[in-house]
């Protein structure tokens, strides 16, 4: 069995990608695997460190704004869509002969999946988001399958008639951690424990905001924090903690650039404030807590609202628009929280039942049931 991914742009669109290959060499080792991206893009670093077969083609995205820089761009998008990108995604399929191609988001997946459907190639698509991407929009009604990740997703297509709600993918299981277990390794008091993160690269309004949450926290007694300022931010965040007259107390608070162990911190949390991407939804859910979400607002499409709102639908998240964040808003939120843990417990069992457990296997199943199991033979 030969097969090809295509994933780019984001880890969000890769990282599934990469779960659902891993699960197909655990299941069928003698399976083929090619990736297509964009060479510079950062799925590239990512598959080829996975130890993934990868081939690089030069497209880019539209842009959704009308400067000229922007049309500029576009012209640029239209030629590489419309003849050097699918002329070299073609001759990639010619020379691999793949059985099945799989895309998983990024302006990638529409031009290989279309071209795939053009050289009769079976094709499945997988939806991370709540909101549907424009190339799973694109596809929906010509691939074989249309895998997703919540049924929210399906309110935004056209033709649903190919569509299976799976879950996302992770390429390992999230080792699970009681609660105290998780706070003990970390060197924390067994007491209330609020995570809060912005991303790899931090979030300017969240580190302000989580540096007065932090001044609230001490002056209200035992609580822990646990925050990640992110690569750019750490002169930002530690300037909001000075103006915020926090004092420095190791015993509660940990500070981090970036979290290298997510899930522990993850089990230690009875709170959690973050963004809204797709992988952290799912993270949420599998581990079962609730969260402050603030979605990142240039996110394509808005897709991270649609994600958090997906949460706020079962009560299992309160919703902060990035342009609604304020220090007392993020203050007055966890406080209220925090008295009231009957309301805080409702919502970590809702985000508990909102679990989709084992997806990569259900996404196997998904392509084994419409390739053949003898194809994997």
Not at 142 to 164: E, G, M, N, Q
């Amino acid at each position: 069995m030969k097969v090809i991914f295509a994933a780019g742009g984001t880890a969000g669109h890769i990282n599934p990608a990469l779960a659902i290959a891993d699960k197909m060499k655990q299941v069928f080792p003698e399976t083929e695997i090619l990736f297509i991206g964009t060479p510079n893009g950062m799925e590239s670093r990512l598959v080829t460190k996975a130890g993934y077969d990868f081939r690089g083609v030069e497209m880019s995205g539209f842009q959704r704004d009308f400067s000229p820089k922007s049309i500029v761009r576009n012209v640029k998008a239209a030629y590489c869509y419309l003849i050097s990108a699918k002329r070299a995604v073609k001759k990639i399929i010619k020379e691999f002969k793949p059985d099945l191609a799989i895309g998983t988001g990024g302006y990638v997946t529409g031009t290989v999946l279309s071209v795939a459907v053009a050289m009769g190639i079976k094709t499945v698509t997988h939806e991370s988001n709540s909101y549907p991407g424009a190339a799973t929009k694109m596809l929906s009604g010509k691939v074989d399958k249309v895998l997703l990740a919540t049924d929210d997703a399906k309110k935004y297509l056209k033709d649903v008639s190919r569509c299976i709600v799976t879950g996302n993918p992770l390429r390992t299981n999230i080792p699970i951690e009681e609660r105290s277990a998780a706070r003990k390794r970390l060197g924390l008091p067994d007491c209330f424990t609020v995570l809060s993160f912005g991303g790899s690269l931090g979030a300017n309004k969240i580190t302000e905001a989580v540096a007065e949450l932090i001044a609230w926290e001490q002056k209200t007694g035992e609580i822990n924090h646990i925050h990640s300022y992110g690569g750019k931010n750490r002169d930002l965040f530690l300037d909001a903690l000075k103006n915020a007259n926090v004092h420095e107390n190791k015993e509660h608070l940990v500070f981090k650039e970036y979290i290298d162990n997510m899930y522990t911190c993850m089990c230690a949390a009875d709170l959690i404030i973050s963004r809204a991407g797709a992988m952290t939804i799912t993270e949420l859910t599998e581990i079962g807590r609730p969260s402050i979400l603030v979605p990142y607002p240039a996110a394509a499409e808005n897709h991270q609202y649609y994600n958090a709102m997906t949460l706020v639908n079962q009560n299992a998240a309160i919703l902060i628009e990035d342009k609604n964040l304020t220090k007392a808003k993020l203050v007055n939120e966890v406080s209220s929280l925090y008295s009231d843990m009957g309301r805080l417990r409702l919502m970590e069992q809702n985000a508990s039942k909102m679990r989709k457990a084992n997806a990569a296997d259900k996404i196997l199943k998904e392509i084994v049931d419409l390739c053949g199991e003898e194809s994997f033979k």
